[in-house]
């Protein structure tokens, strides 16, 4: 009778075991989607008050603010200057990267070596972005913009995540 009891106590114990692996196993799978989702915002204001962060990332991120501010402006010509320096953004990343700007198809044959893609999209924002520069009474509507300054960010991002 002892050892049926011994027995039924090892099982019992062998099953907790497993079980509670299991419960951590889901404990940390919340955890993280929950770390990710909420509290991300704060982890990252608290990185940046206590210093974690690189003071270049911040400048990075006051200058896309800034980008979007120009397109909250209701004139065009506001509009115009945030796709300049969305490109301006894009064209400092690429030459830190070791890309020569001035020959925009070769750099993005380059990137296309490297896997990226969608580059006629690119290519399409950085023709509006030559059109701006060179005609003053090129017509820009702000749906455009805030398209050409999506795609200018995301590549950007794409950037970042590739390189760094």
């Not at 506001?78 to 830190?96: D, F, H, Q, R, T």
């Not at 020569?100 to 509006?128: F, T």
């Not at 059109?131 to 995301?154: F, H, S, T």
């Amino acid at each position: 009778m002892e050892e049926v009891l011994i027995e039924i106590f090892l099982v019992a114990k062998f099953v907790s075991l497993i079980l509670s692996f299991f419960f951590l196993l889901g404990i940390i799978y919340y955890w993280r989607k929950i770390k990710t989702s909420v509290f991300s915002y704060w982890h990252h204001k608290w990185s940046e008050i206590f210093g974690l962060i690189p003071l270049q990332s911040l400048q990075v991120n006051k200058d896309w603010a800034a980008i979007e501010n120009y397109l909250k402006e209701p004139y065009p010509s506001s509009w115009k200057i945030a796709v300049l320096e969305a490109g301006a953004l894009v064209e400092k990343l690429l030459i830190k990267l070791g890309f020569k700007v001035n020959d925009w198809a070769n750099v993005l044959k380059a990137l296309e070596n490297m896997g990226l893609r969608n580059l006629s999209i690119l290519n399409e924002a950085h023709e509006v972005q030559t059109k701006i520069l060179l005609d003053p009474n090129y017509n820009l509507n702000i749906k455009e913009a805030e398209r050409i300054v999506a795609i200018y960010k995301k590549f950007w991002h794409d950037l970042i995540t590739l390189f760094f």
